[in-house]
């Protein structure tokens, strides 16, 4: 059994089917790749699957625990989710906008040892830690909105287009990092338009189209997939 078990995932905007009924596995210490183009159905995927939006059908475990869909329940079962466009707190510094994040851990000893894993995950963020958040870089901001996901000790981190908008050296860095996450023991279920890029550090992909999963598989046979190489990774080689 994996560690997150989707199935049957629907997710409806009045007669807008956005989610046709998927099923995606998470299994513990992997990072899980949700790809497609806009509108797919991947943000309603992942909110859906972190409670912010209503499902209108399935279920979602984690650990065999079934979650009813209430977002606070979500987080307190393991599910930390880092949303597309950064969103961190501007006004805030990168301490608080951690701390900020540590909504669910009642110790402040605890807080405190979380901050010190993101700073050493992301040691510019440690470098920064007293400044304004609206004056990081936008790679900065990413590493930061993800920091804060990590802050609530999430078994699952969901990630919506950690690479949007950011140059190829920021990517590969943050993606390192990803991968240094997964080695200590958080599974990613990752959102992303760039393909290539994640696949290379993915376990394994799903691709939605229109709201349905038509193909999926190891993330090393998708990268030489056809389908995917003409659709997603750039054209024919
Ligand atoms: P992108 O990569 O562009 O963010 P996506 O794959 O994440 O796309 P979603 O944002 O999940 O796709 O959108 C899936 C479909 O649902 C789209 O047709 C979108 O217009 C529609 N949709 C999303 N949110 C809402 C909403 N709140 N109300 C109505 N329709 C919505």
């Known amino acids: 059994m994996a560690l997150l078990e989707i199935r049957g995932l ?14 995606i596995d998470v299994p513990e210490g992997q990072i899980v ?22 499902r209108s059908g399935g279920t979602i475990s984690l650990g065999g625990e079934v979650l009813e869909g209430r977002a606070s329940r979500s987080v307190k079962a393991g599910i930390s989710m880092s949303p597309e466009g950064r969103l961190v707190f501007n006004g805030l510094t990168v301490e608080e906008n951690l701390k900020a994040g540590a909504y669910i851990v009642k110790s402040a000893a605890r807080t405190k040892e979380n901050m010190e894993k993101v700073y050493e995950l992301f040691p510019i963020l ?18 930061l909105a993800i920091g804060r996901a990590l802050m609530n000790d999430p078994k699952v ?38 393909a290539l890029a994640t696949l290379k550090i993915a376990d394994y992909g799903y691709v939605l189209e229109l709201g349905t999963i038509n193909i999926h598989g ?14 997603y990774l750039g054209g024919k080689k």
């Open 10 to 23: 629907k997710v409806n905007y009045g007669p807008i089917q956005a989610v046709k009924g998927i099923d």
């Open 33 to 54: 790749a949700l790809l497609g183009a806009n509108g797919a159905g991947k943000t309603s995927t992942l909110r859906a699957i972190s409670g912010i939006t209503k």
């Open 126 to 143: 440690g470098e920064r830690c007293k400044q304004q958040a609206s004056t990081l870089s936008g790679g900065e901001q990413q590493m």
């Open 157 to 194: 981190l969901l990630l919506d287009e950690p690479s949007l908008g950011l140059a190829p050296l920021v990517i590969q860095d943050i993606f390192n990092t990803l991968k240094k996450i997964r080695s200590e023991g958080t599974a990613i279920l990752i959102v992303e338009q760039n």
């Open 218 to 231: 190891p993330a090393n046979e998708l990268i030489k997939d056809e389908r995917l190489i003409e659709a």
